[in-house]
């Protein structure tokens, strides 16, 4: 249930879908086993076991859980089969094979041993914080957290998220911050951190367990350096990595959080609502704040992802959609 990463889009709230738009719209797209020819699938799931709806709404935030399942065909045991296939037809007839026959040969393995291969399966959660104006995905990842959006503007065209864009640049004010060895009000630093030389040579420079208020740090921040990467701790009560694309990477709910949602009682009902509403609680004030100390927001608009079909495998680059500040 807890995240483990955050990626979050601002939402525009007069357009925000209500539970019976947001479950009608994603009963019609339901998870399905991929099969025969197909190298992939998603849809939508129960956010856990014990639910049967595609959407959990509780005090204004609605959670969903795209599944997602990728064949695992490696292209070295294509190529293996391949070479097997050739070897027994030039045996066979005396002559050698052709570059148009083998790729022949390549296409037709690969689809004899697609319906037999491995399946990966793999799951990714968000959820919709319609009072304050927040979707936030479960993943740091750009190019994965866009394709959950993607599927979201699928079933809900046009889906009101875009990527936020702060008047102060993440980079800017994190320099600004270890410069200060001081974290705005409501954080701290925490022991981590990574700074880029802006330069040509594009040294990076990787601190774990330090005091980042140390002179070290600073000096690098003198020779030019930019910080694209901080450990902060937020009221004591979740400890993260901010990077410079404004995601949030380790988050961990520190154990005031965690003894507070135990309480709640001992079914699995109880925990899981009382975890969801504490944890879309206080993300939802941390990512206020974290705003707050950036200067705001400017108005920014996402670009649509486009469509991914479901007959090839889907390609992942980690850096779709990412905004560069400037």
Known sequence: MWFRQLSFYRLNQDDAPNNEQLSAALEKRPFQHCMGLDWFSEGWVPAAGHLDAPVYAVRGCQMVSLRREDKV??????????????????????????????????????????????????????????????????????????????????ALPPFPAALPRTKIAPHTAMTDWLAA?????????????????????GAVVRCARIDLTADEIRQHIATGKQVTRVGLIWQEKIRFQLTDMLQLKRLQFLDLLQDEASQAGDDRESLFEATFTLMSEELGEL?????????????????TAAPVTNNTPAAVDENTAEVPWD
């Open 287 to 303: 990512v206020d704040a974290l705003v707050a100390a950036l200067g705001g927001l400017e108005e920014a608009s996402s670009p």
């Open 181 to 201: 060895g001081e974290a705005p009000a409501g954080f701290e630093l925490d022991s981590d951190c990574e700074l880029k030389d802006s330069g040509e040579n």
């Open 73 to 154: 065909l490696p292209s070295s045991v294509i190529r293996d089969f391949v070479e097997l296939k050739v070897a027994e037809i030039e045996d066979k007839e005396l002559r050698k094979v052709g570059r148009k026959e083998k790729l022949a040969l390549k296409e037709q393995i690969t689809d004899d041993l697609l319906p037999r291969a491995f399946v990966r399966s793999s799951r990714m959660s968000a959820y919709l914080d319609t009072r304050r104006g927040w979707l936030m995905v479960d993943s740091a990842a750009a190019s994965k957290a866009e394709a959950l959006v993607s599927k979201l503007r699928e």
